[in-house]
């Protein structure tokens, strides 16, 4: 064979100990390693990254040894010292500091400077340790050593490790042995010679050998010997083999005692008295070795030998039997099982074995044999039963065995007693108190916690925890109590004081809740020590907690009313009022109460809290005549009867009413809660009602004409659906109910937002237009502009400009508000500002009278009643057929420029009035008018004809100039297609997202009239994707065809100084180019600008 050739280049170095690594361990998600160093500390490792996750100190001199369990979750590590600490595997933090407990492991204290082995049980709830010629066994719960020392080895143990199966342990020593030993007993069940020191040990992965290795220099590999073999003989009724095979194990081990007994038990089975007696007696020599595995034997060992030997000393046996009973009962306990280890205790102390009488009788044959003392054996028997039924959560028999054992007792034994009264009684007690108390079982804590106050041996502590235990269950008042106990105990304690706020917390005492909880922070910045003073850093004060809060409600108030009505005072407040009055409400303080530490501090809640006080009810209703105005009702609550004398104050009242009964302390209405003689507060009132609507909890919409014995269709024809600002206040709101003039529901319809009722919003299309699909999904935005101006193009309001003013919010658009401007101008301006921000010029699409503020813009509302002109599409079959023909022509050159020049014109522009207009322009050469039509007086009907044009019929109540080739004018007239992008048919590349609420106006943030960037900006440079030829061609041609099909057009006449004007008709004017490819040269791509 080859030398094999060494690799010196890792493949990975994890750096950052400063002196030598000794220990190295991976955890089971393989992701992780902690190692252990001469430099006194551990790192926590990322295995993927190579990255320190923790550097871990406590230890005082150099990391020797490191284990870990095998879930992972604790480590243990041992240095120089032979110090053991233990370690979180996850965080890798000291558990010293979270179990508050020694979790160094001392009991190695003849190891000074030698290597310490450690080796986790299974299960991770045990360590064992070797570090001098013995094992020990630690609780990690507690960190308590568990029963008594292995003993065996005469030298230093090196090394320990656990069988696979978690029943056996092996450890090599400097003795020059390995020592097979059994977990649940401590024995050492084999052992194996080695040559020379044993230094390091392990299981085969079948669990059935033992390798070892030391200084001779060599594996040893140790077959583990079948250690049942007796125990199945018995099973199966072998008593000869069984017989044979204990013989076996006496001669190799003659201090095997529970061998003798088991030997005993199977001489006795074969009714070999004398035999059985002899290995009865020496189990009687080794009776303080007794075992918790060999208790049942042993007991029927005594039954035999009572049966076999009936003239032994009766009392004799009595003892024993009392001392097996105790031993099972300690067996007992330590399972858990309760209510076993009570009636063996209880047997035991009413034992003739414990009778005065015989207590003092020298039985020098037990002491002798047993090294028993009998009192001693004695006081531990009722303090065990004591402690079995404290355990078991039986408090009052724990209380009755103690009692009973004072009384059973001498006075020495008496005065330990007393201490364990004080002592261990009351830190028991706590313990299973505290246990419940984590466990919600507060019953069961209530009554361990009584029974320790008692026993006159409550420390302020109990009394604290009973108090806690009474808060959850709800019992206030008797929390309460406990709490005042336990600041008479201890007055300098901030347990007390904590308990008292909960505990005025839960009986809605508020104010005194944060009164203490004020004292309890007094405390603690006054605590002699750092560590309680430091306690204060995990609260909060209540003036943090007011902060927070007033952080929400302002939030809250921004997109509310800016005052509203209580509608259980009837006052009407500002937001400033509101706020004061939230803060006097139990709501409020008991959100102040609550929040005491920064895990308290829970946003969500506050909002939540806050949110249902503060919502509000707004009301859409009709305005009949004289209204409660803000000044009439200022001061003064709606429900005093001095306002009955003020016009349409019976409906507010009832307004507030309804509102308070569905549970809304605020409502709004528009009649007095704005002050109309403020312009600023007008102003603000009319660009944000809409927000307010939206962000209401519930609008009532009152129909004052609508009595309950209307029809079905009462609403449609309610005066309501003709007013111009019922528009927005129906739409806005998420939550809306109808009320008729008697305050009941509308239709007796208890659907909780009738805009979720089928009946109602069938009514509500059929009398506006507007249909559930609209509400449901409608947003605030410029898009569809002539549909929503369609749905407002009936309603009427009492001043004219609130028919524009009522759709700002609709369009999401913040305005100017100028009364006494005049619906013309008001709507131009909204217009205008549509057209300028979003490019949408589908309201221009309108027939009637001109505006003034703009030519292209109608000077009513009511022009957009007509329905949009939609002219059907061309099917899809047919378009590419026509698109067909069009490549066998050969215009595809054509079609590809003009397509190309359409899509780099221009977005519409409007701004100070003046409209800049992309369009498809058709020069009119021929203007007469047609005589005999019959047209409204006034009105006159002309012939239109245009280059590239079908002849046109026009209806207009203007005066136009006539003219034709044989009489030419200088003015000049156009027919123009108003352009519209989606007819190139070019991918969505950018998707808007829609603004999170409507209370984020982000359109209003720019100047008005400022027009958009032009969309030849975006595509002049061609694509980002990059287009095919063909592809391009196709929406080319496609473009064309759709050009040759009839369109809406605007007829426009030239203005002295340059600029256009539309000339308003009373229907759509539809033109029709007579053959696309042939005039294209006729069909100019230009810009106009409108007056």
């Known amino acids: 064979m080859s030398e094999l050739i060494p690799s010196t280049t890792p493949i990975r170095a994890f750096e950052d100990h400063e002196d030598a690594v000794r220990a190295v361990a991976v955890f089971p998600d393989k ?22 996750l923790k550097k871990m100190e406590g230890h005082g001199s150099a990391v020797w040894t490191l284990t870990r369990s095998r879930n992972g979750k604790i480590v243990a590590s041992t240095d120089w010292k032979g110090e053991v600490i233990a370690w979180h595997g996850e965080t890798g933090e000291s558990i010293t500091d979270t179990r508050e407990c020694v979790a160094y492991c001392t009991g190695h204290t003849t190891i000074w400077r030698t290597r310490m082995s450690l080796a986790w049980t299974p299960d991770g709830k045990h360590l064992l340790s070797g570090g001098g010629d ?11 050593q568990i029963g008594h020392r292995w003993e065996g080895h005469t030298n230093t143990i090196n090394a320990i490790a656990i069988h696979p199966a978690g029943t056996l342990v092996a450890s090599a020593s400097r003795d020059k042995h390995v020592h097979l030993w059994r977990l649940s007993d401590r024995r050492t069940i084999a052992v194996f010679q080695h040559s020379s020191y044993a230094e390091g040990i392990t299981f085969s992965v079948d669990g059935n050998h033992i390798l070892s290795g030391g200084h001779d220099n060599k594996i040893s590999e140790w077959a583990i010997l079948d250690i049942t073999t007796a125990r199945d003989a018995c099973l199966t009724g072998d008593l000869s083999l069984a017989e044979e095979l204990l013989t076996q194990e006496i001669h190799a081990n003659a201090d095997d005692f529970t061998s003798y007994a088991n030997r005993s038990f199977v001489m006795a089975r074969k009714h070999n008295w004398d035999n059985a007696l002899e290995d009865a007696i020496k189990v ?31 009392l004799a046996r009595r003892v024993v039997e009392t001392y097996l009973r105790v031993q099972l009962g300690i067996e007992a306990f330590d399972s858990a099982r309760h209510d076993e280890a009570a009636d063996h205790f209880t047997a035991a102390v009413n034992s003739e074995a414990f009778s005065s009488k015989y207590l003092h009788v020298p039985y020098q044959d037990l002491t002798v044999l047993f090294g028993w003392d009998l009192k001693y054996l004695l006081l531990t028997t009722h303090q065990r039963r004591r402690q079995t039924f404290l355990s078991a959560g039986k408090h009052d028999e724990a209380l009755k065995a103690h009692k009973y054992m004072m009384d059973a007792i001498d006075e020495i034994a008496k005065a330990s007693c007393l201490d364990w009264s004080n002592g261990e009684f009351h830190v028991l007690c706590a313990a299973n108190g ?76 508020y104010d005194e809740a944060i009164e203490t909880f004020q004292t309890t922070l007094s405390i603690l910045d006054n605590a002699p020590d750092v560590q309680t003073r430091k306690l204060h850093q995990q609260y909060l004060r209540p003036s943090e907690v007011e902060r927070a809060i007033r952080r929400v409600i302002d939030a809250q108030l921004d997109d509310a009313p800016l005052r509203s009505l209580d509608t259980t005072a009837g006052l009407l407040c500002d937001r400033e009022t509101q706020i004061n009055t939230f803060k006097m409400s139990t709501q409020y303080k008991a959100l102040v109460s609550s929040t005491i530490t920064h895990a308290d501090l829970h946003i969500e809640h506050i909002e939540e809290v806050v949110k249902r006080y503060l919502q509000y009810a707004m009301l859409s209703h009709r305005w009949e005549g004289k209204e409660p105005l803000l000044q009439d009702i200022q001061g003064k609550s709606v429900y005093d009867s001095e306002l009955d004398s003020i016009g349409g104050i019976t409906k507010l009242r009832s307004f507030c009413k309804t ?23 007008v102003q603000e009132s009319v660009n944000s009602t809409f927000v307010w609507y939206h962000h209401s909890a519930l609008t009532i919409v009152y129909l004052s004409d609508v009595p309950p014995s209307s029809k079905s269709d009462a609403l449609a024809t309610s005066a309501w659906n003709t007013r111009g600002w019922t528009v927005q206040e129906f739409i806005a709101p998420k939550v809306v109910l109808f009320y008729q003039n008697n305050w009941t529901l509308y239709r007796n319809d208890r659907t909780p937002n009738h805009k979720d009722s089928v009946a109602i919003m069938q009514e509500i299309k059929g009398a506006t237009g507007i249909d559930r699909p609209a509400v449901a999904a409608f947003r605030p935005s410029m898009n569809s502009s002539r549909e929503k101006l369609h749905w407002a193009s009936t309603r009427v309001t009492t001043r004219q400009e609130d028919i524009a003013y009522s759709l700002f919010g609709i369009f999401g658009v913040r305005l100017p508000v100028d009364y006494g401007e005049k619906q013309d101008k008001a709507l131009g301006r909204l217009l205008q500002e549509i057209v300028a921000r979003s490019g949408d010029i589908s309201s221009l699409d309108w027939v009637g009278e001109s505006s ?50 359409l899509q780099n014109a221009s977005a519409p522009r409007f701004a100070a009035q003046r409209l800049h207009l992309p369009c498809i322009a ?61 007819l190139l048919e070019l991918p969505d590349f950018t998707e808007f997202p829609e603004p999170s609420d409507y209370g984020d106006d982000t359109e209003g943030e720019e100047d008005y009239g400022t027009p958009p960037s032009s969309p030849s900006d975006d595509w002049s440079s061609g694509s980002p994707v990059k287009q095919g030829i063909s592809d391009l061609e196709s929406r080319a041609l496609r473009l064309l065809v759709r050009l040759g099909q009839p369109f809406g057009a605007f007829l426009l006449a ?19 180019v007579q053959d696309v490819v042939s005039v294209g040269d006729l069909m100019d791509i230009r810009t106009i600008e409108i007056l």
């Open 852 to 901: 003034d503020f703009n030519s292209c813009l109608p000077a009513s509302i009511t022009s957009y009643k007509a329905p949009p002109c939609e002219l059907p599409p061309l099917p899809e079959d047919d378009l590419q057929s026509s698109v067909s023909l069009l490549r066998q022509t050969g215009v595809a050159d054509f079609a590809s420029n003009f397509y190309t020049r």
């Open 134 to 144: 013995y094992i020990l066994e630690w609780d990690t719960s507690t960190w308590q």
């Open 659 to 681: 509102a308070r009964d569905a549970g809304y302390n605020w409502a709004w209405s528009d009649t007095c809660c704005i002050d109309k003689s403020n312009d600023v507060e």
């Open 922 to 982: 058709f020069n009119v050469t021929e203007v007469r008018r047609r005589m005999g039509s019959p047209t409204p007086e006034s009105h006159l009907t002309y012939e239109v004809k245009a280059d590239g044009l079908h002849d046109l019929l026009i209806t207009t109540g203007e005066t136009l100039v006539k003219f034709w080739p044989a009489r030419p004018i200088e003015q000049r007239f156009f027919l123009v297609r108003p352009w519209d992008r989606s």
């Open 31 to 52: 992701r992780r390693m902690i190692t252990g160093s001469d430099d006194n500390t551990l790192r926590l490792w990322d295995l993927e990254t190579g990255v320190v």
């Open 1054 to 1072: 030239q203005q002295r100084s340059g600029e256009y004007k539309r000339i308003a008709t009373d229907h759509d004017i539809i033109g029709q």
């Open 284 to 314: 009687f020599q080794a009776i303080a070795l007794f075992n918790a595995d060999q208790h049942e034997e042993a007991m029927l060992l005594i039954k035999y030998l009572d049966a076999a030997c009936p003239n032994v000393d009766p």
């Open 434 to 509: 505290n246990a419940a108390l984590a466990a919600s079982d507060y019953d069961r804590a209530i009554d361990i916690y009584s029974a320790v106050i008692d026993s006159n041996s409550a420390s302020h502590v109990v009394f604290a925890n009973r108090s806690k235990a009474k808060l959850g269950k709800m019992l206030w008042m008797d929390a309460l109590l406990d709490a005042q106990k336990v600041i008479e105990l201890d007055s300098l304690s901030y347990l007390g004081y904590n308990v008292k706020r909960a505990a005025l917390h839960g009986a809605e005492r």
